[in-house]
Structures are given as C-alpha cells and as structure tokens.
C-alpha cells in the first residue's frame, strides 16, 4: 500500500487542473508549476499514470478525455472524485489489487456495506483507508469504530461487486438503493413537469404519477404538453432515469422500448444526474424524445449492450 502513502485527493486534482489550464504541456512546465501549488508530484503523477489518467508522450503529459474539463467549486469537486473513484474500480493492476483486497473486507451488515478492523488491520490499511475517505468513498463511526461505504457511491461500488462474487444480501442492498433513488427521481421530476405547466392549470390535474400504480404501464408519469397554434393539449409519457452525470447511464427494459416505439415523439425519456444522496442536478436533466429514433438507433451518440437473453425452447409441431 505504498502507493497511497502521503497520497491526496488534492494533489490529483491540483495536477489535473495545472495541465488543464497549461498550454505548454511539457513534463518540466508542469512540474514547475504544480510544485508552486502542492507537493508530491511524483506520488501524484505515478497514481495517474498507474490509473491511465494521466499519459506521458514525448515529453509532454496528456489527461485523458474525461478529466479535460475545469474543476472549481464544490460540486465539480464530486465530480472529479466520482470519475477518479470509477477508474480506481473499475481498472485492475497492481496498483488496484490493494483497492479490491481492501473493499473485500465490507460485508453487509444492517442494509449497509460495513468493516469493522482489528488495530493491527487499522494500522496496516491506514494510507489506503485515508485516501478513500479523501475521495468520499467511505465514512468512519468513531463510537463503533466501523467503516461504512456511503450510499451516494453504490453506482460505483456496484461495478466492483459485479466483478467479485456477489452475495445475494448484498444485490438486496444494491436493489433496494436502486429502486429508493429511481423513485426520488421520479417525483423531482413529477414536481418539475407540474412546475413547467403551471400556465395551464388545467393539465397540472391531469398529470399522474403512473408507475406508483401501475408498474407495467412502460413509462413512469402521464404528463401533458402544448401542440401547435391551437395549443392543443398531447400526452407525454415519461420515463424518468437516475443516471451519472459523466456517461448518462441507464437500463431500458423491453416493455419500456416497446412504449417508446408506440408513442415515438410523445414517448420521452427524462435522464436525471444524481449527484449525492438521493440529491439531483435538475439544471443538467436531459430531455428526449422519440428515444427510439434518438437513443436506441443513434449508435453515433450512445453505446448499447445486450447484458440478458431471454430462451424459450423450441417445440416440435
């Protein structure tokens, strides 16, 4: 665990932003310039590199794609750790392998993933440990002397799971967060089309929160919107998806294609970035409609993948 010895959350960050910010790209510039601000630069760099975050060619440092943006302020801040966390479980090598021992050791105790070390583990893990908490990762119990993973980061956790052996009480834990954030999301939105027909009294009563009764339906709430000079009032169907604010994730499942594929440009998919603990970056929602022209058949804006077959046995007439 050497690796994370004296290792910050500030440090990776304050390197990426000085590349970020750094037109001259070359390895001395930048290691000036970050040595002005912090300290550990090898640590910091090595960490990176390790990672492929960070990539040096020809004497110049290259962060990758999805760390080329300005970091500033709290939330950019999350988000910054969610995308370094996300590479740190998801990536497998030797500097990882300590992660994964590590994060092995929580166990669901009480609908959480919790670890509770004897000293001498406690003292062993400490630089490692620390670093976690630096990112979020984790939360320390100081009356029980208990970690606990926190819940904002399941989506993330749940990666490193899927690629363990993953315990029947433990999906439990991840499906009920899952199904919890799905519903708050539903009614930040449910609050957010009320909000956008409020010039029209009339259809704000006939919005319906659908999937609370009817699971099935394919879409999560009935909502209304204004057509042509006549201002003829159209049903909205709405399915509403917690998603990342880094890739916009989510699962669509065939009942809900098939709704999508009868309703076309009435059907909208509301894509929802979570950003905390059941906390939502409604200013980022992203609206679309007519999915299926625009999500399941634009291979050029969105990646898909099979992840489940459905068999049926063929039987001779």
Same mark, same amino acid.
């Given at each position: ?14 390197? @990426? ?11 001395? %510039? ?10 550990? $630069? ?12 960070? =990539? ?6 290259? %962060? ?17 750790? /969610?995308? @370094? ?5 998801? *990536?497998?090598?030797?500097? *990882? ?6 994060? &092995?050791?929580? =166990?669901? @105790?009480? &609908? ?8 001498? /583990? ?8 620390n670093f976690l908490m630096d990112l979020g990762l984790?939360? !320390?119990?100081?009356? *029980?002397? *208990? $970690?606990?993973?926190?819940?904002? +980061? ?34 930040? %939105? ?28 394919? $879409?999560?709430? #009935? ?39 009868? !309703?076309?440009?009435? $059907? +909208?998919?509301?894509? #929802? ?25 634009? =291979?050029?804006?969105? !990646?898909?993948? %099979? ?11």
């Open positions: 665990m050497r690796a994370f010895k004296n290792l910050k959350y500030q440090q990776l960050k304050t390197l @990426i932003d000085v590349i970020n910010s750094t037109e001259e790209s070359r390895v001395e %510039v930048i290691k000036r310039r970050y040595r002005n601000l912090s300290d550990n $630069y090898i640590g910091a760099s090595r960490f990176l590199k390790e990672l492929k975050i960070l =990539t040096e060619r020809k004497d110049r440092l290259v %962060v990758k794609t999805a760390f080329r943006f300005s970091m500033k302020g709290l939330f950019e801040d999350e988000a910054l750790k /969610a995308l @370094i966390l996300n590479e740190l479980l998801t *990536t497998r090598n030797k500097l *990882t392998n300590d992660v994964w021992s590590y994060l &092995n050791n929580f =166990t669901v @105790i009480r &609908n959480a993933f919790k670890y509770k070390p004897l000293t001498s /583990a406690r003292i062993k893990e400490s630089s490692l440990r984790i939360d !320390y119990n100081r009356s *029980t002397g *208990t $970690y606990k993973i926190r819940e904002e +980061h399941y989506s993330t956790f749940e990666v490193f799971l899927q690629n363990n052996k993953l315990a029947p009480q433990e999906l439990s834990v991840i499906l009920k967060w899952k199904e919890e954030l799905g519903r708050a999301a539903e009614i930040v %939105v449910l609050d957010f089309e009320k909000k956008r027909l409020a010039g029209y009294p009339e259809l704000v009563k006939k919005v319906r929160y659908t999937a609370e009764d009817d699971t099935k339906a394919g $879409y999560d709430i #009935l909502s209304w919107e204004i057509s042509g000079e006549n201002e003829k009032s159209l049903e909205r169907y709405i399915e509403v998806k917690a998603v990342s604010k880094f890739n916009y994730r989510f699962y669509w499942s065939r009942n809900e294609m098939n709704m999508a594929k009868k !309703y076309r440009e009435q $059907y +909208h998919l509301y894509l #929802l970035p979570v950003v905390g603990k059941k906390n939502f970056d409604i200013k980022s929602l992203e609206i679309i409609p007519n999915p299926k022209d625009f999500v399941f058949d634009n =291979t050029e804006l969105w !990646y898909k993948e %099979v992840e489940s077959y459905s068999f049926s046995k063929v039987v001779n007439q």
